[in-house]
């Protein structure tokens, strides 16, 4: 259990989690673009920079939080991911 939490609060492990997170909502965000009205008078491409926007704004909290949340940082890596996720589904 202490290996564990060892793992879960190292940097380099929830900077690539964000980043394996940006990938992921990459995918989702591909994928839904095509339910775009033509109509909606943007590109296609905004999703994906609100996504590359979100994982920006989820890494700097994460550095900026990291040392207030010692034993709890992995839970602003957490819900980073999944509100990346969640807005490049229904965003």
Same mark, same amino acid.
């Given at each position: 259990? +202490? =290996?564990? @939490? =060892? @793992?879960?609060?190292?940097?380099?492990?929830? %900077?690539?989690? %964000?980043? *394996? !997170?940006?990938?992921?909502?990459?995918?989702?965000?591909?994928?839904?673009? &095509?339910?775009?009205?033509?109509?909606? &008078? /943007? #590109? #296609?491409? %905004?999703?994906? %920079?609100? +996504?590359?926007? !979100? $994982?920006? *704004?989820?890494? *700097?909290?994460?550095?900026?939080? @990291?040392?207030?949340? @010692?034993? /709890?940082?992995? +839970? *602003?890596?957490?819900? #980073?991911?999944?509100? $990346?996720?969640?807005?490049? =589904?229904? +965003?």
């Amino acid at each position: 259990m +202490i =290996k564990l @939490k =060892k @793992k879960l609060n190292d940097v380099w492990f929830n %900077i690539s989690a %964000i980043f *394996i !997170g940006l990938l992921i909502a990459l995918l989702v965000a591909v994928n839904t673009i &095509n339910n775009l009205p033509q109509s909606s &008078n /943007h #590109g #296609g491409f %905004i999703p994906l %920079i609100n +996504i590359v926007m !979100g $994982t920006a *704004i989820t890494l *700097i909290a994460y550095l900026s939080l @990291k040392r207030l949340l @010692k034993n /709890h940082s992995w +839970i *602003i890596t957490f819900i #980073g991911i999944v509100l $990346t996720i969640f807005s490049a =589904k229904y +965003i």
